[in-house]
Every structure is written in C-alpha cells, then in structure tokens.
C-alpha cells in the first residue's frame, strides 16, 4: 500500500495507514529522498500510529529514511508509536538512538519548527 | 477458605483446572496398578463392610476427639452425627465400585471441604491410616483361613486408599496455589500505580523487589499509560527498591528507550548510594538516563521540561502564617 506523503508548508508529513511490505517501504524512502529537495522542506513527520507491528527492516528503513534526510538538509521526526512496538523495538534492540520522536503529529510539527 | 464463606464445592471446572479428566483418572490408576480384578476384589468386601462400618467409624471418632488439635472440629453433637454419618457413606463408597469420574469428583469435594475448615493433611492422613489398620484387622480375621486372599483384599482397599489420598493432598494443594496466585496478582496491582501528577506527567513509585516478570509488567504499564493519559514526562522513583542488579538496570534502559520512542521522557528519581555503587561497580551504562536525586527534584526537572513555573502565592502564605 501506497504512503500519502503531504506538504503543509516547509514540512512533509508521511502518514503510513496500514502494515507495509519491505517494496513499500523502499518506496517511501524513495519518494521521501526526492520530495524533500522538490519541495526544498526542511523537516519530515512519519506517523505510525497505526503500525501495531514494526520488524528490523522496518526499524532499519526508518533509520536510513532519517539519516538520507539529513543529508537531503531535513530533519526526520518520527510520532505515534504505539506502547506494544516501543517495547517490543527495545527487546529486540532497536533503539532507534539518533532518531527525533514524539507522542503525536501536532508535537512533531512543533519540534521541527522550533 | 473461599470469601463468601462457603467451599467450592459447586465448582465443577475444580476438576478440569486441576487437569483430571479421564486421562489423568486412568494415568493415576496404572501407576497404582488399580486393576479390574481390583474392583472386583473390593466390591466383594461390600458386604462385610457394611457389617463393620458403624463400628469402626465410631473408633475413628472416639479417636479423633481424644486430641485436642482434632476435638476442636466437632464440638457440637449435631455436627459430630452429621460428619458421622458423611463418613459412614464414604467409608461404604470404597467399596461399591465405579472408580470413575464421579467417584474422583466426589473424592475432590471432601478434599475441599477438609481444606476449607482447615483440617490439617497430617490429621487426614492419620484418618486414612487408621482405616487401614481397622479395615485390614477386620479382613485378615475374616479371612482366617486363606491369609493369601485377605492380603489381596487388603493391597485393593489399600490402592484405592492412595489414589484417595493422592486427590485429597493434591486439593490442598491446588486451594493453597489458587490463593497464592489470587495474593500475588493482588500484590503485583497494588504495588504498580501509574498516578498522573498534573497535566502530561506521570509519576511511577516502585516499592519493593523488582524481577523480571514485575519489571516488564511495569514497563507494559507504564508504556500503556503514556498513551493512554498522553503523558510527555514520566517521574520513576526507585527510592523503595532496595536492590538493583544488572538485570534490573539494564531493563531501566529498556524502559526508558521505549518511553523516547513513544515520543516521552522518562527521568529515574530516588537511586539511593548503595545502588548508585553497585550500578557504577557493576558497570551498566546509564548515560542515556536522566537521573535526579530525589522525587522532588525529578518533578522540578520534569516542570522545567513542561515549561511549568510554580509560584507561591505570597498573600496566602503571609496570611496563613
């Protein structure tokens, strides 16, 4: 399943809405790696809200969608993950050390924009 | 035993929760070696027992009321004749036949009803012993003359005895494991508030001993909470846990990489000096964690983060002074 990707002003926001295969997730980091420099934005906000499950390629992608951006000149923040995955992430490991977080997309915008 | 004062004797998943079903019924006897000729064996003692019943139940009793840790169970007449009476059918019972399920069932109900008034196994199994020793008497006089079949009669009656015992013992058991665990799901919900302090801050007092099973459930909830209540800032004092080994520290880390994750800060309050030597001596990597000294200064650090500032109210400490 496609990932919407939205602009609201210099921001991006990638709201993923359903469980993604490994092909959708490479696609959103394509796509993430070219908007961003289209739009000239200086932050990105991936929702996960509804992700109930994230695996270690999962967890990879996000790193490496994080660290494309930065070098891109944008700053990733990633919201909304969901007390299970947050647990199950740092069982396994993946602590996501250099990576911004928030509880929600409305913190998320106010982190990137301060 | 149970709240509302009354046995669990109505209970009839006490037998599927103890795991005996028929399976288990027939394991029980194999291991007994309880076989056909068994029954039979014992269903021809049927009416000698009945010759002998009465007699040997009020020996048991004369005997039960000459202790006084056993006296203390029958101290009314009406209660002595009623129990008399339940003895007498159970005592016959051993020899009617139909070892089965409801025979197990019924056996599973005295355990209970002894568990419950708080008959002691010791008093129980003495009981047993002295049937044994009554009922085995009676046998080999009645078998004067063919001692090898009173013996076998005697090794039946003594078969389906253990397997009695063996359920009476295992329903004490199971009683006393269900309290337990019922006290331990108490303990392990009493100690475990999540409390709110204000608008986005939670604060989580740990009291007591944390091991594995206490630390992930208090991780699960605490993660639940800051959804649940949108907490941005979580206070954990550890001021009443007395010890902290790596286990322990290393599952603080993963609490507090899971609390970042979700988008919240977690700040440990209430190390004391041993435990802060023992975490150094030990060398677990705590430089990830926000630490603060005490509870008040965790929540002083978490009002900074809130861009919360308290301020007293002068007139009202001026008046109240």
Do not use: C
């Amino acid at each position: 399943m496609k990932v919407p990707i939205l602009k609201q002003g210099n921001i991006l926001i990638a709201t993923i809405q359903s469980a993604l295969t490994d092909q959708d997730l490479n696609n959103l980091q394509n796509e993430l790696s070219h908007q961003v420099s289209h739009y000239r934005s200086q932050g990105v906000v991936i929702d996960i809200t509804e992700l109930d499950v994230m695996d270690s390629f999962s967890t990879r992608t996000l790193r490496n969608i994080a660290n494309i951006l930065k070098l891109r000149g944008a700053n990733t923040v990633i919201v909304g993950m969901q007390p299970d995955v947050a647990y199950a992430m740092v069982e396994l490991g993946l602590t996501l050390p250099d990576i911004k977080t928030a509880r929600d997309l409305e913190e998320g915008l106010i982190l990137l924009q301060s | 035993m149970e709240e509302n004062g009354k046995p669990t004797t109505t209970d009839p998943s006490l037998m599927n929760r103890m795991g005996l079903d028929q399976d288990e019924i027939a394991r029980r006897k194999a291991w007994l070696e309880f076989t056909l000729e068994d029954e039979t064996r014992l269903l021809s003692l049927n009416e000698m027992a009945q010759g002998y019943a009465t007699e040997v139940i009020e020996a048991l009793y004369d005997h039960f009321l000459a202790f006084d840790d056993t006296k203390k169970f029958f101290e009314n007449a009406s209660v002595l004749n009623r129990v008399k009476n339940l003895q007498k059918e159970y005592f016959l019972r051993l020899t009617k036949g139909n070892y089965d399920n409801k025979y197990v069932e019924e056996r599973i109900k005295i355990g209970v009803v002894h568990a419950s008034i708080g008959l002691d196994v010791k008093w129980y199994l003495g009981a047993y012993n002295f049937y044994l020793r009554a009922v085995g008497e009676r046998i080999f006089k009645a078998f004067k003359n063919h001692p090898e079949q009173a013996l076998e009669a005697y090794f039946s009656l003594t078969k389906l005895v253990y397997l009695d015992i063996g359920l009476a013992i295992d329903t004490y058991i199971f009683q006393r494991e269900v309290t337990i665990s019922k006290q331990q799901e108490a303990i392990r919900e009493l100690s475990t508030p999540v409390l709110q302090l204000r608008e986005e801050l939670l604060i989580l007092p740990i009291i007591g001993a944390i091991d594995s099973q206490r630390a992930r459930q208090l991780t699960e909830q605490l993660l639940h909470a800051i959804r649940d209540k949108r907490a941005k800032v979580v206070v954990v004092d550890i001021t009443g846990v007395p010890t902290v080994d790596s286990r322990v520290a290393n599952h603080l880390v993963q609490t507090v990489d899971a609390t970042r994750l979700m988008g919240a800060v977690l700040i440990i309050t209430g190390l004391s000096a041993e435990v802060a030597q023992t975490l150094v001596t030990i060398g677990v990597d705590l430089s990830k964690i926000m630490t603060v000294g005490d509870l008040q200064g965790g929540i002083e650090a978490a009002d900074k983060i809130l861009g919360i500032h308290l301020e007293k109210n002068s007139d009202q400490a001026t008046s109240s002074n």
